[in-house]
């Protein structure tokens, strides 16, 4: 069965506090891949990143960063420096080779306070 | 535009009445899926299309659901004899089959339904 599980139902942090979201996942196959959205009060969701399951290098994208980890089935998200403006709801979610449909995480909802 | 539009973006209904909510993909996408996502909520997969093929319909949570997608472009969701419990944000999104373009989806701004 395919499954995203994301623990952490909410996370206050103070401005300028690094913040790491995880997300574990659950799959048999040996091919898919995983993604992060990001879903600000303005409700629309907007893509962060696409990682594939053969492709374990992790990545940086200016205060963001990504650890893909298929030794323990985790795809987590780290924010460095958080700022008020990173506030949202954030998802993982995983596609298997072969299919369309997304398994999505249950989101965390990040509050950066000033 | 170049991005998902959907419409209404508000829509305010009464109990027992249908609605029917329009989305727009990005041109030349080949898959289109609705969500729903309630007050606080995940998504929650509704239905998808792929090109020709027959759509998964697995999500729809009853049969007062349905949905179809004219020409592999626009879809429209209708939810027959409306319920309160129907009330929620409708998501649909967009994405290109092609490995080639990351299989990322593309998210409309979404409809909010409220069933009074």
């Known amino acids: 069965a395919q499954k995203v599980t994301q623990a952490q139902t909410e996370i206050s942090v103070v401005e300028k506090e690094d913040v790491t979201l995880d997300c574990v996942y659950e799959t048999r196959d040996t091919t898919y891949y995983l993604f992060w959205y990001k879903q600000p009060p303005s409700g629309e969701l907007v893509f962060l990143i696409r990682r594939n399951s053969f492709d374990e290098q992790n990545e940086i994208s200016g205060r963001y960063s990504w650890n893909f980890q298929k030794s323990t089935s985790s795809f987590n998200f780290t924010i460095t420096a958080s700022q008020v403006v990173d506030s949202a709801v954030y998802f993982c979610a995983l596609l298997t080779s072969g299919t369309y449909k997304y398994i999505f995480g249950t989101g965390t909802r990040l509050k950066v306070l000033a | 535009g170049a991005g998902v539009s959907q419409s209404p973006s508000n829509k305010v209904t009464e109990k027992g009445k249908d609605v029917e909510l329009r989305c727009d993909p990005i041109?030349?996408?080949?898959?289109l899926y609705w969500y729903r996502q309630s007050l606080g909520q995940g998504l929650e997969f509704l239905i998808y299309?792929?090109?020709?093929?027959?759509?998964?319909k697995s999500g729809l949570p009853s049969d007062r659901f349905s949905a179809e997608r004219t020409g592999g472009s626009v879809s429209t969701l209708t939810i027959q004899r409306t319920q309160q419990e129907d009330s929620a944000v409708y998501l649909c999104a967009s994405s290109s089959a092609g490995l080639e373009f990351g299989y990322e989806q593309f998210f409309g701004p979404g409809t909010r339904l409220t069933v009074l």
């Open positions: 299309f792929q090109g020709n093929s027959a759509p998964d």
């Open positions: 041109s030349g996408h080949t898959a």
